[in-house]
């Protein structure tokens, strides 16, 4: 590999390769006017099935199995490779052009909240579940929390990028990038020894940690687990599948997908009973026939 040499000052390169490079840019602020659709219900979302997406919708998936009606939701399909993330009505929610985005309508004025850990934050204090109200318990679920929030970047942006979306494959940064992954998931792994879930009970630590790093256990995320001997990690697997049963995640990783099988996908969400009705498999074959 030929060694770089940075210049002076930086300039952006609008032909740099990489998967996502047309969306990247080093500057904020809207790309165009476009306010953004509203549903019928108290929670507005405006998501990805991604990671970060699937945190927010297993949480009110969650939410409203525990029998929380202000917790019904309309989530809105935000596709980031066409850069819905950059128009006015987004950037209006979330400045910083990331999704997922929520907007509370219960509220006057209405409660814009972005970051996916904030989210959780306060759909738990709002709701009065999945977070303690105060005590160590409390303590622990926000460290696991900010843990993931800070530790995810570089599974992300650092290994996954470099894994499976750079232009070209380089050892440097992928050593680099799975000896920091590996790290984090024997730091998993051993607290996960000795508890049951992330802290006490099942929470939004564990809504927070496991679309990431149960999703990276079971060699979904980036096609990676046999490349990161994923399968080692006994204890992560066994937290992983236990939550991977849970009703409400199977229903949570659904919405605002668009990958995987048309079964799995449930690219709009505005009633319960589109679990049923409106997967892509079903809306593909209306479409067939019509």
Do not use: C
């Amino acid at each position: 590999m030929t060694e770089y040499v940075p210049p002076k000052v930086w300039s952006w390169n609008k032909e740099s390769g990489g998967r996502f490079a047309a969306i990247n840019r080093p500057i904020a602020g809207p790309t165009h006017d476009k306010d953004l659709p509203v549903g019928k219900h108290p929670m507005q979302l405006y998501s990805l099935g991604t990671p970060n997406g699937v945190k927010v919708t297993v949480m009110l998936e969650e939410l409203l199995a525990l029998g929380h009606a202000g917790a019904e939701y309309d989530a809105w399909l935000i596709n980031i490779g066409e850069g819905h993330q950059f128009s006015s009505g987004f950037v209006g929610i979330n400045p910083n052009s990331k999704i997922p985005a929520l907007a509370d309508h219960s509220t006057d004025p209405v409660t814009r909240v972005f970051e996916s850990g904030s989210m959780l934050v306060y759909l738990a204090e709002k709701f009065g579940a999945f977070l303690p109200a105060s005590g160590p318990d409390r303590t622990q679920a926000l460290n696991w929390l900010f843990w993931q929030m800070g530790s995810a970047p570089m599974l992300g942006g650092g290994f996954g990028h470099f894994y499976a979306y750079a232009p070209e494959k380089w050892e440097y940064p992928i050593d680099r990038y799975a000896m920091e992954v590996k790290r984090q998931l024997d730091v998993l792994d051993r607290h996960l020894a000795d508890n049951e879930y992330m802290a006490g009970d099942y929470g939004i630590a564990d809504m927070a940690i496991w679309p990431w790093y149960g999703a990276l256990s079971l060699g979904l995320l980036y096609e990676a687990g046999e490349f990161l001997d994923v399968a080692s990690y006994t204890n992560v697997i066994r937290w992983t599948k236990q939550i991977a049963e849970r009703p409400a995640v199977k229903r949570g990783r659904m919405v605002n997908r668009v990958f995987g099988a048309p079964e799995s996908q449930l690219r709009e969400r505005h009633d319960a009973s589109d679990f049923d009705t409106n997967t892509q498999d079903k809306v593909d074959a209306r479409a067939a026939k019509a």
